[in-house]
């Protein structure tokens, strides 16, 4: 086993720029997640917008009422009754919704022909359709409770706030055996494969373009030792390179996100664990076909971060696939990568675990088994071919 000793020997030797690219990729992973917390959480939590009342009408248990209310409901932003103060602060989005309650409004209301209330709401905001649904809610409440008996305008806004205060019993249900999935997990099962590829090319480009020296080559080929029995041992380095980067980026996954997981369905986790472990495969096949094209240094690095990246975006790694027009989801399509990011999200979402359910993400694995497969096919011709080259650069030297 003397070329798989040297072969660990050639990896020590880099274990500095492994050690810097696991290094940015934990930091990425931690940051992140941390940055969009509330973007990935899978819990339910009500929305909090900002508003604004430009009471013009004067002070009334009406308008009174209204404030109160979505007080409840919300954050009160007080602004001066200014155009442009009005203007900026929607703008800067420092508030969400603004009503105006124009001059005469109380009595309007309660004669029955109520005026409109002037509205501005932050464009392309879900929060100030809500808010003007609480407005609606309140109005049309009062109205109905003002009708019945004659009521008082104080009496009337004081039992429909009482009324809109009453809260239901909720119990959140989950659908399956375990629970969800947090998705800073599956963030983290997505950017994988990226540094996956990215060491695994350069663990391997490292080896072969050491024993593809020259003088080295020449050298081994004078020894007793078989050639086939010098690449097997190389090989068999390669692959277990490749199952220590799995095994390393599987248990840096489980220390930061260990805690998140609790109570999720055993099945769950493995499933994201034996596609983390195909995508791996696949790395190894296509840094079979290009490492024996790269000898320096330089180009190595630059090969594993441009196939890296450009893969991961192409695949949906980066982003995400919904963003993605028709023509380049089908480009996407023939990368191993697309496969992989639409496991995890299948896995992601997995409610039951029948066959059916089941059924996209073998197909996904299998994919990737497939594409590995390929790549490994073609690195066998390389590989015959290669040497040949090599072999008659050496004897014209």
């Given at each position: 086993m003397r070329v798989f000793k040297a072969c660990l020997i050639i990896i020590k030797g880099r274990s500095a720029a492994f050690a810097i690219y696991l290094s940015v990729f934990i930091a990425m992973s931690i940051i992140i997640p941390m940055l969009g917390s509330e973007e990935y959480t899978v819990d339910f939590k009500e929305t909090t917008p900002n508003f604004t009342i430009i009471n013009r009408d004067g002070d009334s248990h009406l308008s009174d009422g209204l404030a109160a209310f979505l007080s409840t409901r919300g954050n009160n932003v007080m602004l001066e009754d200014r155009k442009d103060a009005l203007q900026d602060a929607s703008f800067y989005r420092a508030t969400d919704f603004i009503a105006i309650l124009p001059q005469g409004f109380r009595d309007a209301f309660w004669s029955g022909n109520p005026l409109a209330i002037e509205t501005v709401a932050t464009p392309n905001s879900a929060t100030g359709l809500y808010v003007d649904m609480l407005v609606n809610q309140y109005l049309n409440q009062v109205r109905i409770t003002g009708s019945l008996g004659g009521a008082s305008e104080e009496t009337a806004v004081q039992t429909a706030l009482e009324d809109l205060a009453a809260e239901a019993a909720v119990e959140v249900a989950r659908f399956g055996a375990g629970a969800p999935v947090d998705m800073t997990f599956l963030l983290y099962a997505r950017f994988l494969c990226y540094i996956a590829l990215v060491l695994v090319i350069l663990c391997i480009s490292i080896v072969t373009s050491s024993f593809r020296r020259p003088d080295?080559?020449?050298?081994?080929?004078?020894?007793?030792?078989?050639?086939?029995?010098?690449?097997?041992?190389?090989?068999?380095?390669?692959?277990?390179?490749?199952?220590?980067?799995?095994?390393?980026?599987?248990?840096?996954g489980f220390i930061i996100y260990g805690s998140t997981l609790a109570g999720v369905d055993a099945r769950i986790i493995g499933l994201v664990l034996l596609n983390s472990f195909a995508v791996t495969i696949v790395s190894l096949s296509i840094a079979s076909v290009i490492c024996p094209f790269m000898n320096s240094p330089n180009a190595q690095n630059a090969a594993a971060n441009f196939l890296g990246l450009g893969l991961c975006f192409l695949g949906g790694v980066f982003v995400p696939l919904n963003?993605?027009?028709?023509?380049?989801?089908?480009?996407?399509?023939?990368?191993p990568m697309y496969w992989?990011?639409?496991a995890v999200d299948q896995i992601g979402s997995l409610t039951s675990f029948t066959g059916e359910a089941l059924a996209p993400i073998w197909q996904a694995m299998?994919?990737?088994?497939?594409?590995?497969?390929?790549?490994?096919?073609?690195?066998?011709?390389?590989?015959?071919?290669?040497?040949?080259?090599?072999?008659?650069?050496?004897?014209?030297?």
């Open positions: 080295l080559r020449m050298r081994n080929l004078c020894s007793p030792m078989r050639p086939r029995f010098m690449s097997a041992q190389q090989i068999l380095c390669g692959v277990l390179f490749c199952f220590a980067t799995w095994l390393l980026l599987t248990a840096f963003l993605f027009g028709e023509g380049m989801i089908a480009v996407s399509r023939f990368t992989y990011v639409m299998l994919t990737q088994l497939i594409f590995a497969a390929a790549f490994f096919c073609i690195s066998l011709v390389v590989s015959k071919h290669l040497p040949m080259r090599s072999s008659t650069a050496i004897h014209n030297s």
